[in-house]
């Protein structure tokens, strides 16, 4: 673990980053730098594996934390600040620790014509979360709003870590989701 | 509150043909069945690859003129013709030898379309047919397919059908003894709608920021890793395989003279049978969402239609008539876009669709240029004052006057996809929005399609 991570240094002399939360993994694991590395060595520039590290940096640390970036810098031979203004473009690369599920509804508007802004607020009512970057007390939920999941034809939708929930979803249906997720049923995303 | 939808409809999809079992839809064969993506049912039961044996008995160029002749227009949302898209690729001299790559748009992120993930989801192999063949008659020595990063459960299942394709010869080495090497990779997105602008999904390829690049130079002279690329839609390609199928000119008897072939229309938002629908390019609008899609669910008045995705400007009841093909959408001074049809009833209120999505333009711009990054924040800031019934009279004309300084004046197309929609809903429902401001509220408490807490 970094050593900027145990003492908060007060803002104006901590380095630049240094904020940001940390991740309890520090670094990753053989297989991964493997799969990292066999990546980069399917494209004329290795700089090009910046996404599919990250995406696997993210499964390792649970979410991209600084220390995440600093690894597949590392492992890329690319400039830190190259992975750091990736990660932050990008809107599914997690910054901050999300639950076990994270559940991401579509709030856009074919969504929102259906009914989402309900759903959104059945998910805060029965996760008991108010607001996007919190993680329940038992570390299980998390939510955030997401724009067009492309399953417009079935709106209201959601999507939890990467299984898609596209049956018009209600009030029912959430509750049966919910309960999958919470019993280990959860059919993942091998749908 | 809108309450959420409730499940009526059995059907989650409605996949239509276009005609009789005698004249079977070319692009959605088999959706529905889950087992419709193995390579052994592709062949079977939808002529699979006898495209590509076809196109492999012809010269690269042949290949070309076929997808000429049958006068397909992009599916992804210009309606660019492919087959003069695919000719502008430079080819080998005898100096000058090229690696040309071929790039396909999985990044489907246009709100209201899911059509794309139909075609990956049912009929994987027709997507990598038509790769195949649009490799062959580029000459390309490699095709990325560029899937989004939520479809992960998707990519699994692609990457089993390349696997099949594979293992078949189809793709690898000297593809079924043709002496042509093409191979497929999968690369994924990780959530940004800009990533589906064709340079900035270059960028993004190369692992980068998704920012739009300045054309030119265009892909076709310097695209993915400074080679030169052809960038296609997903509909775009899987329809070559039955274009050589077919050939071109059988191809082109389909829909109307310059807008030829089949599309997949993606109808949701206030219909009874939401759902994919094949037809012929030209067919009308109205007859698609009433007698198709059987209208609204509960009977009430339908007052718009977005008639290409969230991109196009929005339609009222006189133009509800108009045949859905790309040059009479655009001569009513819409778009027909990527195909995403979101219909609207009067119990809805128009303002609070237009800050829906202002929302969207000003949190996907990529903000490289200021008048699409800072007029979206913007005109996304007075919708909302409107809506809360703080929005002043000189709101609407300092709206009207934001356009024309962002549309056409940006880097990529996005700034003119958020100026569509504003434009045309402020133009056809300013009552509604003056009412906003006169009684300082929302004529329709129950209508909520905005939250506050993105
Ligand atoms: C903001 C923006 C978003 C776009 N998103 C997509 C998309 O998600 N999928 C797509 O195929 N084309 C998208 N396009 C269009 C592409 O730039 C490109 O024109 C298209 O992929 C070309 O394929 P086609 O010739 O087969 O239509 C988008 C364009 C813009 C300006
Ligand atoms: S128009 Fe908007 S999205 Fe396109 S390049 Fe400019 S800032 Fe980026
Ligand atoms: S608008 Fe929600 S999935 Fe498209």
């Known amino acids: 673990m970094s050593s900027s991570s145990s003492s908060p240094v007060s803002s104006s002399t901590s380095a630049p980053g240094t904020r940001l939360p940390v991740s309890s993994v520090s670094s990753l694991s053989p297989e991964a730098v493997k799969e990292i590395l066999d990546f ?29 970036m600093k690894a597949v810098a590392n492992v890329l031979g690319i400039p830190e600040g190259h992975v750091y203004g990736v990660a932050s473009f990008y809107s599914m690369y997690q910054k901050h620790p999300v639950g076990a599920f994270h559940i991401q509804v579509c709030t856009n508007i074919s969504c929102a014509l259906n009914g989402a802004v309900a759903l959104l607020d059945l998910v805060k009512k029965k ?11 038992d570390g299980l939920w998390s939510f955030e709003e997401v724009e067009c999941l492309a399953s417009c034809g079935s709106a209201p939708c959601l999507q939890i870590n990467h299984d898609i929930y596209d049956e018009f979803v209600n009030e029912k249906e959430l509750d049966r989701i919910l309960d999958a997720c919470r019993s280990g049923q959860y059919r993942g995303w091998a749908k | 509150m809108t309450n959420i939808r409730q499940k009526k409809d059995p ?11 005698s004249l079977p839809n070319l692009m959605l064969r088999g959706a529905g069945n889950l087992d419709n993506w193995k390579l052994q049912v592709y062949q079977q039961e939808h002529e699979g690859y006898v495209g590509l044996k076809r196109a492999l008995a012809l010269q690269p160029s042949q290949v070309i003129d076929e997808m000429k002749a049958s006068g397909i227009r992009g599916r992804g949302g210009a309606g660019f013709p492919a087959g003069l898209k695919w000719s502008f690729m430079p080819k080998d001299t ?6 040309r790559y071929l790039v396909c748009n999985a990044d489907e992120g246009e709100p209201g379309t899911f059509k794309d993930r139909a075609i990956m989801e049912y009929n994987p192999h027709q997507l990598i047919e038509g790769m195949i063949i649009a490799g062959f008659a580029m000459q390309c020595a490699l095709g990325y397919i560029y899937v989004r990063g939520e479809y992960l459960w998707l ?12 293992k078949a010869n189809l793709l690898g080495k000297n593809i079924l003894e043709s002496g042509f090497d093409f191979d497929l990779m999968l690369y994924r997105g990780a959530g ?18 998704g920012e739009p690049r300045i054309k030119p130079p265009f892909p076709a002279s310097k695209g993915a890793f400074g080679q030169p690329t052809t960038i296609n839609n997903v509909e775009t390609l899987a329809a070559a395989a039955p274009i050589l199928r077919m050939g071109g000119s059988e191809y082109a008897k389909i829909g109307t003279p310059k807008n030829t072939g089949t599309r997949i229309f993606c109808v949701s938002g206030h219909v009874k049978r939401p759902g994919l629908y094949e037809l012929p390019l030209g067919f009308p609008l109205n007859k698609l969402v009433q ?30 008539d108009c045949p859905l093909d790309f040059d009479t959408v655009r001569d009513r001074g819409s778009m027909a876009g990527s195909g995403g049809i979101i219909v609207i009833d009067e119990d809805t209120c128009m303002v609070q669709v237009c800050l829906r999505l202002i929302r969207f333009y000003a949190h996907e711009s990529c903000g490289q240029c200021t008048p699409c990054r800072e007029g979206c924040n913007w005109m996304e800031m007075i919708l909302t004052r409107i809506e809360n019934g703080e929005g002043r009279l ?20 996005l700034g003119d996809a958020a100026c569509a929609p504003m434009d045309s809903i402020l133009d056809k429902f300013r009552h509604e929005f003056i009412h906003h401001i006169e009684h300082k509220k929302c004529p329709k408490p129950a209508c909520q399609l905005v939250t506050y807490s993105h």
């Open chain 1, 40 to 68: 980069a060595g399917k494209f004329p520039d290795r700089l090009a594996a910046t996404l599919p590290a990250l995406h696997i940096a993210q499964r390792e640390f649970g979410f991209v934390s600084l220390e995440a």
């Open chain 1, 127 to 137: 996760t008991g979360i108010s607001k996007r970057g919190e993680v329940s007390a």
């Open chain 2, 11 to 21: 059907q989650k999809y409605t996949y239509e043909g276009f005609g009789t079992p």
């Open chain 2, 94 to 99: 005898a100096d000058k030898k090229f690696t």
């Open chain 2, 155 to 166: 990519i699994e299942k692609l990457e089993a059908a390349i696997e099949e394709a594979r």
């Open chain 2, 192 to 209: 940004s709608y800009i990533c589906g602008e064709e340079t900035a999904l270059l960028n993004s390829l190369e692992g980068r920021r």
């Open chain 2, 291 to 320: 007698d198709l899609a059987g209208g609204t669910p509960n009977g009430n008045k339908i007052k718009a239609i977005i008639p290409g995705g969230a991109s196009s400007a929005i339609f009222t009841e006189s133009d509800f």
């Open chain 2, 394 to 413: 000189e709101d609407l004309e300092v709206l009207k006057s934001m356009t024309p300084r962002i549309a056409g004046k940006t880097l990529c197309a």
